[in-house]
Antibody, heavy 117, light 109 residues
Framework: EVQLVESGGGLVQPGGSLRLSCAAS????????MTWVRQAPGKGLEWVAN????????YYVDSVKGRFTISRDNAKNSLYLQMNSLRVEDTAVYYC??????????WGQGTLVTVSS | QSALTQPPSASGSPGQSVTISCTGT?????????VSWYRQHPGKAPKLMIY???KRPSGVPDRFSGSKSGNTASLTVSGLQAEDEADYYC?????????FGGGTKLTVL
């Protein structure tokens, strides 16, 4: 059974940093693109970033470029999102998802990031 | 890039059919075959209902169908059931990134 379990969310002040993790199991992690998608409270979905199987290609939504870094550790079957210079507008539930081209067949349960003073 | 355009709400009675539209541009919806649709119940993660415009993942009933014409994609839900009441989001590949629609709240009357 495919499982994606996010962790690392919490309350952080504006300008602060947070590192999200996504533990994957039930599939061959190093053969899939992985993605982070977020959803602000009461709002719609927003693609954040994705990363190729070997980590050699990474793409980001414009609003997080230069602040967020997506990475993966295939030996640990884990996906990460390092978030720096956090802003109030980054407050959201962050989901990791498996897939590419928007065909995300599997999602985690999400982890809430709250940026507030 | 701007979000894809979806109607904020849609509704239908049990057993009826409802179609939700998703309008983009030639750089996203109209430019690639990678349009997906997701259903999201409150407090839950999204669930993939349609991918690559019209394909259904295993386990998704054939009451759900997708299509595309030009820069507009559509999701049709036939034989509405109570469990179909949820938020629906379209998404489209746009080169090196992805775009989601603003979401449509489907109410089963």
């Amino acid at each position: 059974e495919v499982q994606l379990v996010e962790s690392g969310g919490g309350l952080v002040q504006p300008g602060g940093s947070l590192r999200l993790s996504c533990a994957a199991s039930g599939f061959t992690f190093n053969t899939y693109w992985m993605t982070w998608v977020r959803q602000a409270p009461g709002k719609g979905l927003e693609w954040v970033a994705n990363i190729k199987q070997d980590g050699g290609e990474k793409y980001y939504v414009d609003s997080v470029k230069g602040r967020f870094t997506i990475s993966r550790d295939n030996a640990k079957n884990s996906l990460y999102l390092q978030m720096n210079s956090l802003r109030v507008e980054d407050t959201a539930v962050y989901y990791c998802a498996r897939g590419l081209f928007g065909s995300f067949f599997y999602w985690g349960q999400g982890t809430l990031v709250t940026v507030s003073s | 890039q701007s979000a894809l355009t979806q109607p904020p709400s849609a509704s239908g009675s049990p057993g009826q059919s409802v179609t939700i539209s998703c309008t983009g541009t030639s750089s996203d919806v109209g430019g690639y075959k990678y349009v997906s649709w997701y259903r999201q119940h409150p407090g839950k993660a999204p669930k993939l209902m349609i991918y690559e415009v019209s394909k259904r993942p295993s386990g998704v009933p054939d009451r759900f169908s997708g299509s595309k014409s030009g820069n507009t994609a559509s999701l049709t839900v036939s034989g509405l059931q109570a469990e179909d009441e949820a938020d629906y989001y379209c998404s489209a590949y746009a080169g090196s990134n992805m775009i989601f629609g603003g979401g449509t709240k489907l109410t089963v009357l």
